[in-house]
């Protein structure tokens, strides 16, 4: 087996080797399955183009239950570890543990490695069941803070000593009436970090050429938190990007050719919007807990959970998390039954974040020509009529004669 190396990061961009070391935790319930056909495809598609030349080397690492019967440490410090060291990682779902302890895995991945932009791309592959008329107009990312909101894990128990105080205080100190048996959560809205991700927002849009990026917001109701998110965005993009930008007030909502349009939505309306008319919207920027609903809403736009892919990217050191963005769905687990297109996806919006973006062109080729031809897993399968229902191991080798099939066609 070739020698693999270390990606590094320099002047801002990731120096990728011909065999970097990857490391991977499988995930729970139905985890090793999807990861098996995930790791498969990844192969194959590193392999039909450039043979031994280049080779992901993988390295698993422990995380979840699996981490907890074999060391006692649902997340041992070594994991945290390796994903400094090697920089960027993939995983599976994990079970979040129930009662004391860590909150959520993934929260605690997100927070502990900053990886402040949880990246959301939303595309329908034609053939996919969708509940809207015309899923084809939908084509979106969205960039949704990871770090903060009250997301970020600030509660206070109801009837305990600090919830108790804190009430007394805010009373004593702002005349805020708050009832005594209430629970408390914080929301931290800060300038720099929601300035730090309407920037990857804004410099994605720039590179993929997008037409606009919306920031999504509760600033009506929440002015200093949800209100200031809105306007430390349009502050960064007219400070960091004057003339690549328009706001909606300067050309009414008509960009000229070449430029992106830099409007905002409360959030409420653009539930409604990005169902009744998603091609008005490109890139998004939002703030935690609006990125959570909205990303999972947008979802089921395209095929559900099943589909969705997800990054978490600290754009500022190159780390990078991978993930289906679904759960463990016990019920399956080693049932070699369910979708693995949202962990083969996440592996795609991996492969672009090294720079392998040949790769995850011809797998997401390969993923279009298995829905079109309707040989899918059972979630798809029960919506698709005429379809074959496949295995999650069987749909992983379709995907892989589809690539050697395009790459014998030339097709790439
Ligand atoms: P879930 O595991 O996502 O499963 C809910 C339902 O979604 C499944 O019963 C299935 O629906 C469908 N589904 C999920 N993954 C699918 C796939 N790959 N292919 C096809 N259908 C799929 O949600 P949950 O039951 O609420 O959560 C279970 C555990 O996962 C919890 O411990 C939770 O904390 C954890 N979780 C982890 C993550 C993560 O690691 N990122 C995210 C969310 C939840 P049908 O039964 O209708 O077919």
């Given at each position: 087996m070739a020698e693999g190396k270390i990606i590094s990061f320099n002047e801002g961009a990731l120096e990728v080797p011909d065999f970097p070391i990857i490391p991977f935790i499988e995930g729970d319930g139905i985890g090793p399955d999807i990861w098996r056909a995930t790791r498969v495809v990844v192969d194959s598609s590193v392999n039909i183009l450039w043979g031994e030349k280049r080779q992901i080397i993988w390295t698993e690492i422990l995380a979840g239950e699996k981490a907890y019967n074999h060391t006692g440490n649902w997340l041992p410090p070594e994991t945290l570890e390796s994903l400094r060291t090697y920089?960027?990682?993939?995983?599976?779902?994990l079970t979040t543990p129930v009662g004391g302890g860590i909150r959520s895995l993934n929260v605690t991945l997100r927070q502990k490695l900053d990886l402040y932009a949880c990246v959301r791309p939303i595309k329908h592959f034609?053939?996919?069941?969708?509940?809207?008329?015309?899923?084809?107009?939908?084509?979106?990312?969205?960039f949704r803070e990871n770090t903060e909101d009250v997301y970020a894990g600030m509660e206070l128990?109801?009837?305990?000593?600090?919830?108790?105080?804190?009430?007394?205080?805010?009373?004593n100190n702002y005349g805020w009436e708050i009832p005594a048996d209430a629970g408390i959560g914080i929301k931290p809205i800060?300038?720099?970090?929601?300035?730090?991700?309407?920037?990857?927002?804004?410099?994605?849009?720039?590179?993929?050429?997008?037409?606009?990026?919306?920031?999504?917001?509760?600033?009506?109701?929440?002015?200093?938190?949800?209100?200031?998110?809105?306007?430390?965005?349009?502050?960064?993009?007219?400070?960091?990007?004057?003339?690549?930008?328009?706001?909606?007030?300067?050309?009414?909502?008509?960009?000229?050719?070449?430029?992106?349009?830099?409007?905002?939505?409360?959030?409420?309306?653009?539930?409604?919007q990005a169902l009744t008319r998603p091609d008005e919207f490109d890139v998004i920027a939002t703030t935690n807990l609006n990125g959570d609903y909205i990303s999972d809403a947008l979802a089921a736009q395209v095929g559900?959970?099943?589909?969705?892919?997800?990054?978490?990217?600290?754009?500022?050191?190159?780390?990078?998390?991978?993930?289906?963005?679904?759960?463990?769905?016990?019920?399956?687990?080693?049932?070699?039954?369910?979708?693995?297109?949202?962990?083969?996806?996440?592996?795609?919006?991996?492969?672009?974040?090294?720079?392998?973006?040949?790769?995850?062109?011809?797998?997401?080729?390969?993923?279009?020509?298995?829905?079109?031809?309707?040989?899918?897993?059972?979630?798809?399968?029960?919506?698709?009529?005429?379809?074959?229902?496949?295995?999650?191991?069987?749909?992983?080798e379709i995907v892989c004669e589809n690539m050697k099939k395009a790459s014998q066609l030339n097709l790439f």
């Open positions: 920089r960027v990682g993939i995983k599976g779902p034609p053939g996919v069941p969708s509940p809207i008329r015309e899923p084809r107009k939908v084509n979106m990312v969205v128990k109801q009837g305990t000593e600090q919830a108790m105080a804190l009430i007394a205080y805010l009373r800060s300038r720099a970090r929601s300035r730090r991700l309407v920037k990857a927002a804004l410099e994605h849009a720039i590179k993929q050429k997008r037409k606009s990026v919306t920031l999504v917001h509760k600033g009506n109701i929440q002015k200093f938190t949800e209100g200031a998110f809105r306007r430390w965005g349009y502050e960064i993009a007219e400070e960091l990007y004057p003339d690549i930008t328009i706001s909606y007030d300067q050309c009414n909502g008509m960009p000229p050719e070449g430029k992106i349009l830099i409007k905002d939505a409360i959030a409420d309306i653009f539930f409604q559900g959970v099943g589909m969705a892919p997800g990054a978490n990217i600290n754009y500022e050191n190159g780390y990078a998390l991978f993930e289906a963005t679904h759960g463990t769905a016990p019920k399956y687990a080693g049932l070699d039954k369910v979708n693995p297109s949202s962990l083969i996806l996440s592996a795609c919006l991996m492969l672009e974040h090294i720079g392998w973006e040949e790769a995850a062109r011809l797998i997401e080729e390969a993923l279009a020509e298995a829905f079109l031809n309707k040989t899918v897993t059972y979630d798809l399968a029960r919506l698709m009529p005429g379809a074959t229902e496949v295995s999650c191991s069987k749909f992983a």
